[in-house]
């Protein structure tokens, strides 16, 4: 699902030893001052005990409160707080305004009084959060989640997972070493055709994958991701330090293009692998019935059609982006599948959403899963017949039912729908193409070394901050 802008607290840790160093010295010193102010819940409301029981209420906090983080993940968490079970304790983000609104809705909706802060790390020394939703910019993405993970709280983390391949594992080591659960919002996985398409090629019913294809396309000509730049944002409401955060060089001053526009941008996101591939790379992985992280990537992209010269108006830019308009990704797996993912913002009809198996194919069309068998194995008197089958009347995705996923998850402690496992190699597929397409190169990796090559076995230097150009 995309997003507009997101935001979150003050310039976080540099390493993963430096930020368990510094987590052991916020929790001595909270246990040394004391915890801060607990919350005053809605009439007749306590916290969690724990979430140790289904039906025990669950405490979460949102840091990330703009576009995605308000609409998505406030607002449906209020439309859906009785039948999840929720208490709202706090909301994080670097706009006053922002913050401000989060804090307002929520009252007026659930009786809680939500404590609001400008620093994240502030909101993760509460004991009393369960949970949090991270929906900020991509590049906060590892720091929030890191900080909710050691401090005992479970995590929603808005796609892309991470910025960048090399703080995936941080986060998956994260999630191993607390035990805690981490979900990303790709709510498609919840959407359970595909979970259908999953049993039935588990058991053989198409045969040996061997490819698959979708595609997010868009048509924006004014520009995607040119979102209004609204007046209430100055120096004075955003702190603009802790947006850009010290792992980012630009040197630019205070910039709102910059802030509701990001997607745009290098320093902050991947563009279309990072907004919309992930919401068909997950499902079409999740399908597989066993995620593999990919042995090669290759991307192919180009923003020539110049959308943001042909803004106007509200819509109106300053700067061309940097990332594509137009990507193609081709991504092939241990097992011989080869999956193919195009995305665009300047053209808006898709391709045929199919999963190929040498002996029957699965067409993912709205509400249902249609299996039909090739022509050397549809005749009943072929010696591996393979009949065809319909499942229909799945719901359609939606953010609510992800989220619901989310919470039962924790209440069960199991694994989410979108969990650690498959958004890994998912981020590793995005992170892959992203190198491919600057490179202009196949990436080759191995899961073993985690070493990412070219053609002729030349280990790649892989994007990362302060990385290249535009970076």
């Given at each position: ?28 010193a909270a ?8 919350p ?8 969690s ?17 703009g ?12 439309a859906?707080k ?13 706009s ?24 994240y ?11 949090i ?20 709280k ?19 080591d ?8 981490l979900?990303?919002?790709?709510q ?14 588990r ?17 924006a000509?004014?520009?995607e991701?040119?979102?209004?730049i ?38 902050y996101?991947?563009g279309?692998l990072?907004?919309l ?16 992280f ?11 059609v110049?959308t ?7 819509k ?11 990507i ?13 993912i ?17 002996k ?59 969990g ?33 090559t070219?053609?002729?076995g030349?280990?790649?230097h892989m ?9």
């Amino acid at each position: 699902m995309s997003s507009q802008t997101t935001s979150l607290g003050a310039a976080g840790i540099t390493s993963r030893r430096g930020f368990i160093k510094r987590s052991t010295a916020v929790a001595a010193a909270a246990a040394a001052v004391g915890t801060l102010k607990t919350p005053v819940y809605g009439q007749n409301q306590a916290p969690s005990a724990n979430v140790t029981g289904a039906n025990n209420r669950i405490v979460v906090g949102f840091v990330g409160v703009g576009g995605q983080g308000k609409g998505a993940h406030v607002d449906q968490s209020l439309a859906h707080k009785d039948e999840n079970n929720l208490a709202f304790a706090a909301v994080c983000d670097v706009s006053k305004t922002r913050v401000a609104a989060a804090q307002k809705d929520i009252e007026a909706k659930s009786g809680n009084k939500a404590e609001g802060y400008e620093d994240y790390r502030k909101l993760m020394e509460r004991k009393d959060i369960d949970a949090i939703f991270c929906a900020t910019v991509d590049h906060w993405h590892t720091r929030v989640g890191l900080a909710a993970l050691n401090s005992g709280k479970h995590v929603y983390i808005e796609k892309p997972m991470t910025r960048y391949l090399s703080e995936a594992f941080l986060l998956a080591d994260a999630v191993k070493s607390t035990g805690k659960l981490l979900n990303v919002g790709s709510q498609g996985c919840s959407d359970m055709k595909w979970h259908k398409a999953a049993e039935w090629i588990r058991a053989g019913r198409i045969g040996p994958m061997v490819m698959s294809q979708g595609s997010y396309m868009r048509n924006a000509p004014q520009g995607e991701w040119n979102y209004d730049i609204q007046p209430w944002c100055t120096p004075d409401d955003l702190n603009w330090k802790m947006w850009v955060g010290d792992q980012i060089k630009t040197g630019k001053p205070f910039d709102p293009d910059h802030y509701f526009r990001w997607r745009k941008y290098y320093p902050y996101c991947a563009g279309l692998l990072g907004d919309l591939f992930p919401h068909k790379l997950h499902p079409y992985m999740l399908a597989t019935g066993n995620p593999e992280f990919p042995t090669r990537v290759s991307a192919v992209g180009n923003h020539k059609v110049g959308t943001d010269s042909k803004a106007t108006g509200k819509k109106a830019t300053k700067y061309p982006r940097d990332v594509c308009e137009i990507i193609q990704l081709i991504a092939e797996f241990p097992s011989g599948m080869v999956m193919h993912i195009t995305s665009s913002t300047v053209n808006q009809t898709g391709t045929q959403e199919l999963i190929r198996g040498h002996k029957a194919n699965l067409f993912m069309a709205g509400n249902r899963v249609e299996l039909k068998p090739e022509q050397p194995f549809a005749s009943e008197e072929a010696d591996d017949y393979v009949k065809p089958d319909v499942a229909e009347g799945f719901a359609p995705e939606s953010v609510a039912a992800h989220h619901k996923n989310w919470f039962s998850s924790i209440r069960a402690n199991k694994q989410p729908n979108c969990g650690i496992d498959l958004a890994l190699k998912v981020q590793t597929v995005i992170s892959l193409a992203e190198a491919s397409e600057r490179l202009g190169m196949m990436c080759h990796y191995d899961a073993k070394t985690r070493k990412v090559t070219d053609g002729m076995g030349r280990e790649i230097h892989m994007p990362t901050y302060g990385w290249d150009k535009n970076s």
